[in-house]
């Protein structure tokens, strides 16, 4: 570790601070980009990896899994450590863990590669927290809103891309390009970014990172193959059960220990707990509409519209866009409003897109046109919550919290995962000695996604209109 005087001077010549935003929002957007990887190859991994569809499903499972348990942890370590040094670990990680399922011809290497491609999501609160840091205070808001967005807007962007590169060549090939794509960036951080000096002082909770890890695997597992293992199944009960048990214990260590993993009454305070469930319920809302809009779209008609999967892939892609066009406006218009109002705004977004494909579903348009909507929901949406959390919480634990809120948008996209998913599978027809959704199916998807954006409304309505009680907050009002 270099002298903290070292630091300083490198913290001084830092490169222009557009760069510095444009190294973080790649960095986002290729961490985000790992969750739709291997979309294009999800029905083919029975017959490419020789295994069962139950344990090809762990090549999806394993990453949401790395990435909601290092997500907090990472956010510590980059308080206590460096946020930089963690974003460069977690992209070397990212790196190994590609080259692991490059190079892997059967199903063990394959979970072990993703397991370790899903520990770079926790690029994206660092990188907020790393924004905080360096840059001018006026340019805070606008940046924060960009690499925000990064988290919707790399699994748009990336279905595309990664279906064009297995339609033209072999499946291995995806991984290698993330690999390249983690070696780049990781230049690029190391070259652009600089050096954060403050640190939080004190030691590692290490008991508090195997209980959180601990209950948070039992909770996902429950959540994530539930509609494998049946709802009510043995597994799925002990799993979730005894997750939730292992978090209770969790909090009460972690409140009676003087230096937490995560400071629960930091967290607990009313606009930091309040984000974060909105954030869930945002996190669900998204997700349900990357579940349900693709399979109507791909899926033969009278099911669905038939298109392929590059086609139907080009149809989501521009709500990702949406999103980054919208990131900065977003950022000069909290500015204005205030972020709960944006919240609010990136709901009642949400709202009007399910209910828009409530009565409208029929053409590939009305998909284009709901998912745009989606795009400006979760662009003002998750533009708003690291605001309202950073307004609410000190320097010290600006890492931390913006990974507890990662971490809380990780929940509501699993746990959407698997309802949606579930519902899509109850209410089904046979069509061609195959079950299909119905669009009774659809529907209660689209029901469901609205709802849980009216739910972020409600709680966003309820967050104070000012926020902050700390006396020295990491963002300004």
């Given at each position: 570790m270099g002298h903290p005087d070292d630091e300083r001077s490198r913290l001084t010549r830092v490169p222009p601070q557009g760069a510095i935003v444009a190294v973080l929002a790649i960095a986002g957007l290729a961490s985000s980009f790992m969750f739709t990887l291997v979309v294009p190859i999800q029905a083919k991994l029975p017959e490419l990896l020789h295994a069962s569809r139950e344990d090809t499903a762990w090549v999806v499972t394993a990453t949401l899994l790395a990435a909601a348990v290092i997500t907090p942890i990472s956010g510590r370590l980059g308080d206590m450590y460096g946020k930089r040094r963690i974003v460069l670990v977690l992209l070397a990680v990212l790196v190994v863990g590609s080259v692991i399922a490059a190079l892997s011809t059967d199903i063990v290497g394959v979970i072990i590669g993703r397991a370790l491609q899903g520990a770079v999501t926790g690029v994206v609160p660092l990188g907020i927290s790393i924004l905080r840091d360096v840059l001018h205070s006026d340019r805070v808001d606008s940046a924060i809103a960009l690499i925000s967005a990064t988290m919707g807007v790399g699994g748009a962007l990336g279905m595309p891309l990664s279906a064009l590169v297995t339609q033209y060549a072999d499946w291995h090939a995806l991984f290698w390009m993330a690999a390249g794509m983690?070696?780049?960036?990781?230049?690029?951080?190391?070259?652009?970014?600089?050096?954060?000096?403050?640190?939080?002082?004190?030691?590692?909770?290490?008991?508090?990172?195997?209980?959180?890890?601990?209950?948070?695997?039992?909770?996902?597992?429950?959540?994530?193959?539930?509609?494998?293992?049946?709802?009510?199944?043995?597994?799925?009960?002990?799993?979730?059960?005894?997750?939730?048990?292992?978090?209770?214990?969790?909090?009460?260590?972690?409140?009676?220990?003087?230096?937490?993993?995560l400071d629960l009454r930091v967290a607990a305070r009313r606009p930091v707990l309040l984000t974060n469930i909105a954030s869930m319920a945002m996190g669900f809302s998204l997700f349900s509409s990357n579940v349900s809009y693709p399979q109507l779209l791909e899926?033969?008609?009278?099911?669905?519209?038939?298109?392929?999967?590059?086609?139907?892939?080009?149809?989501?892609?521009?709500?990702?866009?949406?999103?980054?066009?919208?990131?900065?406006?977003?950022?000069?218009?909290?500015?204005?409003?205030?972020?709960?109002?944006?919240?609010?705004?990136?709901?009642?977004?949400?709202?009007?897109?399910y209910g828009f494909s409530l009565l409208w579903s029929d053409e590939v348009w009305h998909v284009l046109v709901?998912?745009?909507?989606?795009?400006?929901?979760?662009?003002?949406?998750?533009?708003?919550?690291?605001?309202?959390?950073?307004?609410?919480?000190?320097?010290?634990?600006?890492?931390?919290?913006?990974?507890?809120?990662?971490?809380?948008?990780?929940?509501?996209?699993?746990?959407?995962?698997?309802?949606?998913?579930?519902?899509?599978?109850?209410?089904?027809?046979?069509?061609?000695?195959?079950?299909?959704?119905?669009?009774?199916?659809?529907?209660?998807?689209f029901v469901l996604g609205g709802a849980a954006a009216v739910i972020a409304l409600v709680l966003a309505a309820f967050i104070p209109q000012r926020p902050t009680i700390e006396r020295h907050p990491s963002l300004p009002e």
């Open positions: 983690g070696a780049v960036v990781f230049a690029l951080v190391l070259w652009i970014v600089p050096v954060s000096v403050l640190r939080t002082a004190g030691r590692f909770d290490y008991v508090g990172a195997a209980g959180l890890a601990a209950g948070l695997t039992g909770i996902l597992l429950a959540v994530s193959r539930g509609n494998e293992w049946g709802w009510t199944s043995p597994a799925v009960l002990a799993c979730g059960l005894g997750g939730l048990a292992v978090l209770l214990v969790w909090g009460w260590y972690e409140l009676r220990i003087a230096q937490p993993l899926l033969p008609a009278p099911a669905g519209m038939g298109l392929t999967l590059l086609a139907a892939s080009l149809v989501i892609a521009p709500a990702g866009l949406v999103m980054m066009v919208l990131s900065p406006y977003s950022g000069r218009l909290a500015r204005t409003v205030g972020p709960r109002r944006l919240l609010v705004m990136g709901a009642i977004a949400l709202i009007v897109a709901a998912n745009l909507l989606v795009g400006v929901g979760i662009g003002f949406g998750y533009a708003a919550m690291p605001m309202l959390i950073m307004r609410s919480v000190p320097p010290s634990e600006t890492g931390a919290s913006n990974g507890l809120n990662a971490l809380f948008r990780s929940l509501g996209t699993s746990t959407a995962a698997a309802v949606i998913g579930a519902v899509l599978a109850t209410f089904t027809t046979v069509q061609n000695g195959v079950n299909v959704p119905t669009h009774v199916a659809y529907d209660l998807s």
